[in-house]
């Protein structure tokens, strides 16, 4: 089945800096990765998506990128922000006989003041 | 806000009790989701609803039991539950194509005593 891999598990960054967070899956019939923010006591909360024939998107301070070839989709966060500071998941879908959504472990994300 | 209701927000049952989680959403989606999360993991997929109709099940045990009554409710019952089914349970929902983001409820913590 699909798998999910993601780096870091924690990052710490200043206020200002950009911050990168990694994934690779491995079922090659994927072809939607959505990447959630999830607060304390919320919900994830969809922040940005990318589908298989877009090698990149930018919705303002954060874009995604896709390498299909190599598997490989990333976040990339600029000018961060104390805000900014929750938990990041990246995820995979794919249907095998409904749509199922395989997330990555996770990443915590620190923005210092 | 979030567009999926989920009720109680907090539930604390013992072994031998029956209770039930809800799950509400008017955004006219037609798949439903029901996940679990432990601390500090990722949420994991358990039951998947497309036009109300049951489309995957994660080989969860029978003591947790789906329903969905209509479009826009998600049951999840539970009966004789153990300890280590104590977690966050998350509600998801829809379009049921492809490629389409899952909207998630804030949850509900389940406390096993």
């Known amino acids: 089945g699909e798998n999910v891999e993601q780096h870091p598990s924690t990052l710490s960054v200043q206020e200002g800096d950009s911050a990168v967070i990694k994934c690779t899956y491995s079922?090659?019939?994927?072809?939607?990765f959505p990447w959630y923010k999830q607060e304390l006591g919320k919900g994830p909360q969809l922040i940005i998506d990318?589908?298989?024939?877009?090698g990149e998107k930018k919705d303002q301070r954060i874009a995604v990128t896709l390498n299909k070839t190599a598997k490989h989709f990333s976040l990339h966060i600029t000018e961060t922000q104390p805000e900014d500071s929750a938990v990041y998941f990246c995820?995979?879908?794919?249907?095998?006989?409904?749509?199922?959504?395989?997330f990555g472990a996770g990443t915590r994300l620190f923005v210092k003041a | 806000d979030t567009e999926v209701t989920q009720t109680p927000k907090h539930l604390v049952m013992g072994m031998t009790n029956k209770k039930s989680l809800k799950c509400e959403q008017h955004?006219?989606?037609?798949?439903m989701y029901w996940y679990k999360q432990k601390a500090k993991k990722p949420p994991e997929l358990m039951f998947v609803?497309?036009?109300?109709?049951?489309?995957i099940n994660e080989s969860v045990p029978s003591r947790f039991s789906p329903e969905c009554p209509n479009s826009s409710l998600l049951n999840l019952h539970l009966h004789a539950l153990q300890p280590e089914d104590s977690a966050l349970y998350l509600c998801?929902?829809?379009?049921?194509?492809?490629?389409?983001?899952?909207?998630f409820g804030d949850g509900t913590r389940l406390s096993i005593l």
């Open positions: 995820a995979a879908s794919i249907y095998t006989g409904g749509f199922k959504t395989i």
């Open positions: 998801a929902s829809s379009q049921p194509s492809f490629n389409q983001p899952q909207h």
């Open positions: 609803y497309s036009y109300e109709k049951l489309s």
């Open positions: 990318i589908r298989s024939n877009v």
């Open positions: 079922d090659s019939a994927s072809n939607y």
């Open positions: 955004m006219g989606h037609r798949a």
